[in-house]
């Protein structure tokens, strides 16, 4: 080791809060400061307040102590040296984080038996709740765990459905681990598979015809509407969703260009019902027609 990466290692153990006595002379040197116990965690500053931001950010409840994981994120600030642990307890103390409604929290045991599964490559029986509130078992090979916008997804194999299946982690109910082994993909890429198969296999077909190019339209699909396929000067999107009202009023409206839903009845019920009420936005009321006419200006 260098002179030079000496002195860089002992600058930052001292901005970590921890003594550090040097002499000069010929037998001189560094050592810690006597009676010195090393923290069990020592970060920096700047890796503290890091990692209580990217708590907040991912879990804005672990503001609060009585929280999971803020009294977690509590119990690793208190270990830290006072002159480090300061700013990053104050940071958990005093900030104020919005809940994001789209995320779901799965129960901490749960995904633990899945993670494992996963790194042991080992069947497991789940127990899952769909959107509907229908229950069903399935024996499923867990390929892996995907978080995505503030929701956990378990990407496997369903030996019920014999194809791909994406779960959300919150919605299994039980989990159990089976002697059965089982090989994943070998270019099994667990993100792009993901997005993939969000929007495949729902119970209600979807055929979207949209009158623009596709490098304009694509922006603004998610991948969990289908796959966008060019088709002349328009793009069509194929699909499924187990919610056509959500599909309609979430996804479809706020795509700035035309288009028709040329398959799925569920589908086009569920747009229909928010064009009428748009179109009833617009409408006069019975109220303002009836009521008297006055100046522009009072």
Not at 7 to 35: F, M
Not at 246 to 258: G, K, R, S, T
């Amino acid at each position: 080791m260098t002179e030079r990466a000496a002195r860089r290692y002992v600058g930052i153990l001292r901005e970590a809060g921890i003594p550090v006595e040097s002499a000069r002379g010929p037998y001189g040197g560094y050592r810690l400061g006597r009676g010195t116990r090393l923290p069990p965690v020592v970060f920096t500053q700047e890796q503290a307040l890091g990692l209580v931001m990217a708590v907040l950010d991912g879990q804005p409840t672990a503001i609060d102590v009585d929280d999971l994981v803020g009294s977690a994120l509590s119990k690793v600030i208190r270990a830290l040296p006072e002159s480090v642990g300061r700013q990053a307890a104050a940071l958990q103390a005093y900030a104020s984080a919005t809940p994001d409604r789209h995320s779901a929290r799965p129960d901490p045991a749960t995904t633990s038996v899945l993670i494992a599964a996963v790194a042991d490559r080992r069947r497991v029986m789940v127990t899952y709740r769909g959107e509907s509130g229908e229950e069903w078992a399935a024996a499923v090979d867990p390929w892996a765990v995907v978080v995505r916008y503030g929701r956990w997804y378990l990407l496997c194999h369903s030996h019920r459905a014999d194809a791909i299946r994406t779960y959300r982690i919150d919605r299994v109910r039980t989990v159990r681990q089976t002697p059965h082994s089982f090989t994943p993909p070998d270019d099994l890429d667990p993100v792009a598979a993901l997005e993939e198969n969000l929007g495949a296999g729902w119970r209600y077909p979807t055929r979207v015809v949209f009158h623009a190019p596709q490098e304009k339209v694509a922006p603004w699909i998610r991948p969990p509407m289908g796959r966008l396929q060019p088709d002349g000067d328009r793009c069509v999107l194929v699909g499924s969703t187990g919610n056509p009202a959500m599909y309609a009023q979430e996804w479809l409206a706020p795509v700035p260009f035309d288009f028709s839903v040329e398959e799925g009845p569920e589908l086009h019920a569920a747009v229909a019902t928010v064009a009428v009420r748009f179109g009833a936005a617009l409408s006069p009321s019975p109220s303002a027609e009836t009521r008297p006419r006055g100046p522009a200006f009072t």
